[in-house]
């Protein structure tokens, strides 16, 4: 019972969220106009050559990056790197019941007017979602969802491995122009 009250909860939490964010002014880039980026990722084991491939092509173009990283448990393992500018880390501890995020970090991330946002979730995780909606950013990339809400500018269909994924984005944002 809780439980479909709460889905209910965090819809509406969405819809007041995806209302806030259509007065955002959309802009077009790629990774050769792009002078910022926003990468949000749920942790999961292959966060490594994720981060990597990101960080080659971030590299490549002279692009400023930030990484979110969302571990859906209740605390941040141990052995964690504390925040930094340029990779912040949060949990459910850091979200409120509902599920949005609610850290000064991730209203800060949030906010920020990155020329990019790229979202490298393979599935809906609410938290990562509730950011993509109410991201400031120019242009927002993710994969195809069957979800509630599509928030992004640019969708791929995407293979389920994130480095092909991201290599599959490159090819296909060139073409923006």
């Known amino acids: 019972m809780f439980g479909y009250i709460k889905n209910i909860l965090k819809n509406n939490s969405l819809k007041s969220a995806a209302a806030c964010a259509e007065k955002r002014k959309e802009l077009a880039y790629?990774?050769?106009?792009?002078?910022t980026m926003g990468v949000i990722?749920?942790?999961?084991?292959?966060?490594?050559?994720?981060?990597?491939?990101?960080?080659?092509?971030?590299?490549?173009y002279n692009i400023e990056l930030v990484f979110m990283i969302y571990f859906p448990q209740e605390?941040?393992?141990g052995g964690i790197e504390i925040n930094s500018p340029s990779r912040i880390f949060f949990s459910d501890n850091e979200c409120n019941w509902f599920g949005k995020p609610k850290a000064a970090p991730i209203k800060s991330f949030v906010d920020t007017r990155f020329n990019l946002l790229i979202d490298l979730s393979s599935k809906?995780?609410?938290?990562?979602?509730?950011?993509?909606?109410?991201?400031?950013?120019?242009?927002?990339?993710?994969?195809?969802?069957?979800?509630?809400?599509?928030?992004?500018?640019?969708?791929?269909?995407?293979?389920?491995?994130?480095?092909?994924?991201?290599?599959?984005?490159?090819?296909?944002?060139?073409?923006?122009?």
Not at 30 to 35: G, H, L, R, V
Not at 41 to 59: M, Q, R, S
């Open 30 to 35: 790629n990774f050769e106009t792009a002078k």
């Open 124 to 177: 809906i995780w609410f938290p990562l979602q509730h950011i993509a909606i109410a991201s400031s950013a120019d242009f927002k990339i993710g994969r195809i969802n069957h979800g509630t809400y599509n928030p992004y500018n640019f969708v791929l269909l995407g293979s389920e491995n994130e480095a092909q994924f991201i290599n599959d984005l490159e090819t296909y944002l060139y073409r923006i122009k």
């Open 75 to 77: 605390k941040l393992p």
């Open 41 to 60: 990722y749920p942790f999961n084991i292959n966060i490594d050559t994720v981060l990597n491939a990101v960080k080659d092509v971030a590299e490549r």
